[in-house]
Nanobody, 123 residues
Framework: VQLQASGGGLVQAGGSLRLSCAASGRTFSSSVMGWFRQAPGKEREFVGA????????YYTDSVKGRFTISRDSAKNTVYLQMNNVKPEDTAVYYC?????????????????WGQGTLVTVSS
């Protein structure tokens, strides 16, 4: 699976942004898709993930109620809708694919990674 993330940019606090991750390859439909982020000087952290069929979604506590993950199997694309963003959401955001049937929060379980897209939230 090859992943291409896009949609990052500069947004004011309280605003919204939608990230996209386009996947190529035959394993997209059988992969858990996750979003991670990494701020300068910090470790990569889990943001959220969606199951293969889109029925299960899991988020880290800091984004619950603000971020929403969805996937479009027809387009082989996963999205991260970010609402009411905060300065602490500033980071490079990565999408990743995990071919196992379980949603994992640790990046070490994910097999494929996109190149990252920078989100900067101004206060």
């Amino acid at each position: 699976v090859q992943l291409q993330a896009s949609g990052g940019g500069l947004v004011q606090a309280g605003g919204s942004l939608r990230l996209s991750c386009a996947a190529s390859g035959r394993t997209f439909s059988s992969s858990v898709m996750g979003w991670f982020r990494q701020a300068p000087g910090k470790e990569r952290e889990f943001v959220g993930a969606v199951s293969q069929d889109g029925s299960q979604k899991y988020y880290t506590d800091s984004v619950k109620g603000r971020f929403t993950i969805s996937r479009d199997s027809a387009k082989n694309t996963v999205y991260l809708q970010m609402n009411n963003v905060k300065p602490e959401d500033t980071a490079v955001y990565y999408c990743a694919a995990d071919v196992s049937p379980v949603i994992h929060t640790s990046p070490r379980h994910y097999d494929y990674w996109g190149q990252g897209t920078l989100v900067t939230v101004s206060s």
